[in-house]
């Protein structure tokens, strides 16, 4: 194929919701017909808006379906900074190699509601709180600070320079003129 010999590999990235739709089945079918160098990652926060995972799917292991279609399929722990990255690296690996795709399903939480609109009444309160205490921003400083590979003051200085970056970036969308209508869509 006209890609072979070619380093990218493309990280196609939604969510569980996504995953009982013809087009996904699809888009797993093709990039195996052509063993893409693509890694699609399912980002499994047991709800797809306000809907249970676990109430919308015949199976609720998404992982499963790409070996239905000849791909590698994995499941992962999406709380873990450290598995994810691992399991990332093994597929960029395989479509590196000429293996084709492979479907990660990264099981995860998202810790607020869908959209401003959703006001985040349908999830169990405990639910919530279990999620809460497996936070995987919160686990990997604590990672890193026990393992002597940051410290608080690196930490700090990193968030800072995030929030200045976010912030860089609202004041220059806020300042930039309106596009002319001819340079949408």
């Not at 990652?41 to 109430?55: D, K, T």
Request: net charge negative.
């Amino acid at each position: 194929m006209w890609f072979q010999g070619c380093d990218e590999v493309t990280l196609a990235f939604y969510g569980d919701g996504t995953c009982n739709n013809g087009q996904f089945f699809e888009c797993l079918n093709m990039a195996t017909l052509w063993k893409l160098p693509i890694i699609f990652v399912v980002e499994n926060n047991l709800w797809a808006i306000g809907m249970s995972h676990l109430r919308s799917t015949s199976d609720p292991q998404i992982w499963k379906k790409g070996p239905a279609f000849g791909m590698f399929g994995v499941h992962v722990d999406g709380m873990d900074v450290l598995k994810v990255s691992e399991v990332a690296k093994e597929a960029v690996g395989r479509a590196r190699r000429g293996e084709g795709p492979t479907l990660v399903e990264c099981e995860t939480y998202r810790f607020r509601g869908y959209s401003l609109a959703d006001p985040d009444e349908l999830r169990d309160p405990a639910e919530k709180a279990h999620y809460a205490t497996r936070d995987p921003i919160t686990a990997l400083k604590k990672y890193l600070i026990e393992n002597n590979l940051a410290n608080e003051g690196d930490l700090k200085a990193i968030e800072k320079k995030i929030d200045d970056i976010v912030e860089e970036s609202v004041e220059f969308s806020d300042q930039s003129p309106v596009p002319a209508r001819s340079q949408l869509l």
